[in-house]
C-alpha cells in the first residue's frame, strides 16, 4: 500500500493513466461493427486501421522515450493524454473513414508517448526490490482496461454509437489535468541534461533498432516481440478457431478471454511480486516461455469447453506474469539515463509483434486452422531454449545475470 500513494499517489495516478489508455483501445472493439455498416467499410479497412495504430506507436515510442529522459516523465505523460483525448474525441466525430485512420493513428502517438513515460516512471521511483510489485501494478492496468474497455463500450453504445468516445475524450481531458497539478517529477535536471549529451539518444528509429542488438537488454527486447508476437498470434484468430473446430458462440468466446485475462491481471497484483523476488526474473522467463508453448500446443489437442478455458487460463496467466518480468529485467539491465529509451524500445517491439502476430496468424489460418497455434506454440519453444542458452553463455563469460 505504502508503494501506491508515495509520491501523492503518483503509482495510483500512473494505474488510472495507463488503465485509460488501454481502455479506450477496447472501447472500438464492440461498436467496429456498427461503424462499418455506417461508413461503409470491410473487414479489410478494419485490419488496417488495428495496424495503424500499432504503426504510429512503434515509429513514435522509442522517440517519446528518449524525449521522456531529456524532458522528464510528466510533460510527456500529460502530452499523451492529450493526443489520445482528441484521437477520441476524433473518432467519435467521424463521418469517414480516413478520419477513422487519423482517429487511430494518433491513438497510436498518444499510447506510444503515455506507456513508455509511465513504465520509465515506475524504474525511477522504485528501488531494485520493489520493481516488480511497481511493474506489476502497471500491467495490472492495462490488463484490465483491455478487459473492461470492451464492455464499457458496449453499455455506453446504448446511449449513443459515438458517446463511448466522447466519455473517453472527456475522461483523458480530465486526468491529463489532475496529472499536470499532482504528478511530482521523477528526473533530476541534472539527469535530464546528461540525457540530453549522450549521443545514442540522438538515433532516429532505424538507428535504434540496429543499434539496440549491441546492448545488453537486446535479449529482452527479443522475448518482448516473441510475447506481443505470440499473444496478438493467439487471439487473433481464437474467435475464429473455436467457432470452427467447436461451435463456441460469441458468449462463450467472450466468457474464455475475459476469465483469463481477469485471473492474470489479479495475480499481477498479488503474486506476481513475490514470485519474482522468489525465483528471479531470469528463471519466470524461462518458465514463462516454456509453459505458453506447452498450453498453447495443448489448444490443438483438447476438446470441450471446460478444457478450453482451463487451456487459455493457463496461457494468458504465463504471458500476464513474462510481460511484466521482462519489463522488470530491462529496467534493471538499463542505465539510470536510459530508462525512458529503454521503454520506448520496449513499447517499439511490442508494437512490432502486434503488426506481425495478426498478419502471420490470418495468413496461416487460410492455409490450415491449426497452422497459427502451431507456428506460435514453436516460436515459445524456440525462446525457451534461446533463454535458456543466453542464461549459461552470460554466467559461463561471468557476466551478472539479472537474477
Not at 473518432?91 to 485512420?101: E, I, T
Not at 529509451?341 to 511490442?350: D, E, F, H, I, K
Request: hydrophobic share 55%; aromatic share 10%; net charge positive.
Amino acid at each position: 500500500m505504502s508503494l501506491l500513494l508515495r509520491n501523492r499517489g503518483a503509482m495510483l495516478l500512473l494505474m488510472l493513466n495507463i488503465f485509460l489508455a488501454f481502455t479506450g483501445i477496447g472501447l472500438v472493439v464492440p461498436i467496429m461493427p456498427t461503424y462499418m455498416n455506417e461508413l461503409g467499410i470491410g473487414g479489410s479497412m478494419v485490419g488496417l486501421l488495428v495496424a495503424a495504430f500499432s504503426l504510429t506507436q512503434l515509429l513514435v515510442s522509442p522517440f517519446a522515450g528518449r524525449l521522456s529522459d531529456k524532458m522528464g516523465r510528466k510533460k510527456i505523460i500529460v502530452g499523451g493524454l492529450v493526443v489520445f483525448a482528441f484521437s477520441e474525441l476524433l473518432f467519435g466525430l467521424a463521418n469517414a473513414s480516413w478520419v477513422l485512420f487519423v482517429s487511430r493513428m494518433l491513438g497510436g502517438i498518444g499510447a506510444a508517448m503515455i506507456m513508455p513515460a509511465v513504465m520509465a516512471y515506475v524504474a525511477d521511483t522504485t528501488s531494485s526490490e520493489e520493481r516488480a510489485k511497481g511493474m506489476g501494478f502497471i500491467n495490472a492496468a492495462i490488463t484490465t482496461g483491455f478487459i473492461i474497455g470492451p464492455g464499457i463500450g458496449g453499455y455506453l453504445a446504448e446511449l449513443g454509437i459515438r458517446v463511448p468516445f466522447f466519455v473517453a475524450a472527456g475522461a483523458a481531458g480530465l486526468v491529463a489535468v489532475i496529472t499536470l497539478i499532482v504528478l511530482p517529477e521523477s528526473r533530476s535536471a541534472e539527469l535530464r541534461e546528461e540525457a540530453r549529451d549522450q549521443k545514442g539518444n540522438k538515433d532516429n528509429l532505424i538507428l535504434q533498432l540496429v543499434r539496440s542488438y549491441r546492448e545488453p537488454y537486446f535479449f529482452g527486447l527479443i522475448i518482448v516481440f516473441v510475447l506481443s508476437f505470440g499473444l496478438a498470434n493467439y487471439e487473433t484468430v481464437f474467435g475464429l478457431f473455436v467457432d470452427h473446430k467447436f461451435g463456441f458462440t460469441p458468449k462463450d468466446i467472450a466468457f474464455v478471454l475475459t476469465f483469463g485475462s481477469i485471473a492474470g491481471a489479479v495475480v499481477q497484483v498479488t503474486a506476481f511480486s513475490w514470485i519474482l523476488n522468489k525465483f528471479g526474473e531470469s528463471r519466470v522467463i524461462s518458465a514463462c516461455l516454456l509453459v505458453s508453448g506447452l498450453s498453447i500446443l495443448l489448444t490443438l489437442f483438447v476438446h470441450g469447453f471446460v478444457a478450453i478455458v482451463s487451456v487459455t487460463f493457463v496461457v494468458f496467466l504465463a504471458m500476464d506474469i513474462l510481460r511484466p518480468a521482462v519489463g522488470t529485467q530491462l529496467s534493471k539491465m538499463a542505465d539510470e539515463t536510459q530508462q525512458g529509451l529503454v521503454m520506448g524500445m520496449n513499447s517499439a517491439y511490442t508494437s512490432l509483434g502486434n503488426i506481425a502476430g495478426p498478419i502471420v496468424a490470418g495468413i496461416l489460418f487460410d492455409m490450415n486452422l491449426n497452422f497459427p497455434y502451431a507456428a506460435a506454440a514453436l516460436v515459445m519453444f524456440l525462446s525457451f531454449l534461446l533463454s535458456v542458452s543466453y542464461g549459461r553463455r552470460r554466467r559461463s563469460k561471468g557476466i551478472p545475470v539479472v537474477r
